[in-house]
């Protein structure tokens, strides 16, 4: 498999080289050169005669076609294992019944208990695969208002090959969030709290990123969104909800709470691959880019506004770019000449002939707190499951945008209730406890440095921690 950039004017990568890569050096993301068909036996024609395969091995059937030849199907089956095994549900992504043929997808039974676990636990032991074999080491940096770093944590914790160090800005994270970082005791794990704000620390990265001698001598890495190996992890459960609630291989659609459009995206792949799929709903808070999009054709950037699921407060979606580079008919000419008026103008549009067949599948609506907060408490009094803010505004737009009643709608669930307990306190009066794995957690000492924002400061603290 060979991967092409969206933007038309970089050699094409294999798997390994891309995974490490970030961005094509033509500012696009790279895709696949095709799109692989599913085999047989998980397709639309699989049929309800055996049991249903595990995740696991799902998980290897998809993504074998992607990595291959740079990572045989028996070692992708042992980096599958492993990355799964820290999840608390044996089914990896249980799917639970909430009555009409309504079903959450539960994503968030991963250590940082976020959808995003799903991709970081595999990306972690892919980079460790593919540093050892390069004997190369990588010190990945990241700055967090409090969501991402942990996940980006748990997924490089005691690999070999990647230290990893994250900004956050002091007193400013959730308790819970910073603690889900800071009481990581691994080696290779840097916490740092720095004295300012998250734009501060998001300064401090873009710093030490232009600094090309400190770049190249730590080879300062990134695990962002744009990466291919995320959204490739992430058409798994796709495949497995759809056999899971149709094992006929008849439609399915999905609703996706929507930030950069990498979870969404791998929906779109997968039917794209031959899962049969109706409808892809996006929901959005109030930060509404896509469902503008989607209506007019117009995508504009805009401020950002802070909402009650915060990990979808974005002005532009990075991994949109994928999804256009697709509807221009694979033309990365076309797709660099709209990226090149976006960020021009601010605002650029997509014409009527690409827009059409769009709206044929993808539908999307947005929510404003008031909303989601009546959604977490209408879910609760109807099925008794409370869910997250991010989740509620999945299901709310899964509600709005469900055109046939026959169709089983499958609403992603991104993150667990307990994530975001103020939300859901007061929404439903209930206040939802840690899940047993985190119940100690704040009796766990913590780990982490308190620096002035400050570059100069930061660079002389990483080479005291991490070995040359
Ligand atoms: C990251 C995140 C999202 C958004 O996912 P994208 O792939 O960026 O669209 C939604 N919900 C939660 C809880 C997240 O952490």
Redesign the pocket.
Known sequence: MRYVSTRGAAPPLGFSDVLLGGLAPDGGLYLPETWPPLPGSLGAAAGASTDPPTYQAVATEVMAPFVTPDIGREELAQLVTAAYATFDAPEVTPLTDLGEDLWLLEL?HGPTL???DVALQLVGHLFERELSRRGDHITIVGATSG??GS?AIEACRDREGIDIVILHPLGRTSEVQRRQMTTVTSANVHNVAIEGTFDDCQDLVKALFANDAFRTERNLSAVN?INWARVMA?IVYYVVAARRCRPDGSPVSFS???????????GWAAARMGVPVSQLVIGSNRNDVLPRWLATGRIRTGEVHATL?P??D?AI???HERLLFELSGRDGARVAELMAELRGEGEVTVPDEVMGPVRETWAAASFDDDATLAEIRRVYESSGQLV?P??AV?LAAARACRTDPDVPMVALA??HPA?FPDAVAEATGLRPPLPERLADLFDRPEHYVVLPADETALVAHIDDVVAR
């Open positions: 968030f976020a959808f995003k969501d991402t996940a969104s992430q996706v709470p929507t930030g950069n459009f990498g979870n969404v995206f791998a699921s990990s979808m974005i979606s990075s991994n997250d991010h989740t999945g991104t993150a994530k």
